[in-house]
């Protein structure tokens, strides 16, 4: 069975005295979105399932608010991220085929699958350390037992990720480094980010002549350096002493606006749900799916 016990589920669910609750939902960690992004394309499965079945280069925003709406249910939703994790894994189902050496594959391969969840918390670690507020030691380990226990609620098996964080560091390192490879998704990721147009927000849309340049260079800057420097060479991505002195300097500014952050940019995740509220009721993962 992959999904939890029912006995099980509440011990699953997160609320605010949660790692997870605080950690998850900083706005600044929006600037990492490329890096799980190229770390689960670059999965030779996630690349197959991608390539025959994702148009995200036509609509990447789109593509990002449903990824933050799943993330956001998951953690905040309560009860609801229950049957969202249950959707989630449904919506799967159909992701599968043959690749073009006869290879047959499927989203919900365990290996694969696991992995996209994997990514997610690696991202949060390093995002946190690089762009927000790092975690202490201690709150990394139950952060851990925490997002590992969500997976359980979209059909990650117990088994398909260590049990303990330091085991999760080898594991996630080891598979970066041998089991990813430059796919043809990985191109199509990074082409998109040096194109991508303007947020569907009216302000951001205004600005985005103006912006786009630098925006751009940002979330290439940001992705493409928290990556493992062993995995950007195998992936055949340039870094340069300027790219790595422009990503130093946004993370020391990034982390010293924290003083001065809202504690709703830190926690952004409750907000996010109201706000998409009918959107999410209406999409993939909604009651209306």
Request: net charge positive; glycine share 8%; with cysteine.
């Amino acid at each position: 069975m992959v999904f939890p016990a029912e006995q099980e589920i509440e011990g699953l669910i997160l609320g605010p005295d949660s790692v997870a609750w605080r950690v998850t939902s900083d706005v600044r960690l929006n600037l990492g979105v490329l890096y799980p992004l190229v770390l689960q394309v670059a999965h030779p499965t996630v690349d197959a399932g991608v390539s025959e079945h994702s148009d995200f280069e036509h609509r990447p925003w789109d593509r990002l608010m449903r990824t933050m709406d799943y993330v956001s249910l998951l953690v905040y939703g309560g009860h609801d991220a229950v049957a969202a994790g249950r959707r989630l894994r449904h919506l799967h189902r159909r992701f599968k085929g043959t690749t073009a050496d006869g290879t047959r594959y499927s989203a919900l391969e365990p290996e694969a699958y696991a992995w996209v969840h994997a990514t997610l918390i690696a991202t949060y670690v390093h995002a946190n350390a690089r762009f927000g507020h790092a975690m202490r030691s201690a709150e990394t380990h139950r952060f851990y037992v925490e997002y590992r226990g969500l997976g359980r609620l979209i059909g990650v098996r117990e088994r398909d990720l260590p049990p303990t964080w330091p085991e999760f560091c080898r594991y996630f390192r080891r598979t970066a480094r041998t089991r990813l490879a430059r796919t043809p998704s990985v191109e199509r990721v990074l082409h998109t980010v040096h194109r991508v147009g303007a947020p569907p927000t009216p302000i951001t849309g205004a600005l985005w002549p103006a912006i786009r340049i630098p925006a751009r260079r940002i979330l290439w800057l940001a992705g493409i350096g928290l990556l493992d420097p062993i995995v950007r060479r195998n992936l055949g991505i340039g870094w340069s002493w300027l790219d790595e002195a422009q990503f130093r300097t946004l993370s020391m500014v990034t982390r010293r606006l924290d003083p001065l952050m809202p504690a709703d940019l830190k926690v952004s995740g409750p907000g996010h749900l109201s706000w998409r509220e009918r959107e999410i009721a209406d999409g993939p993962l909604g009651q209306a799916a």
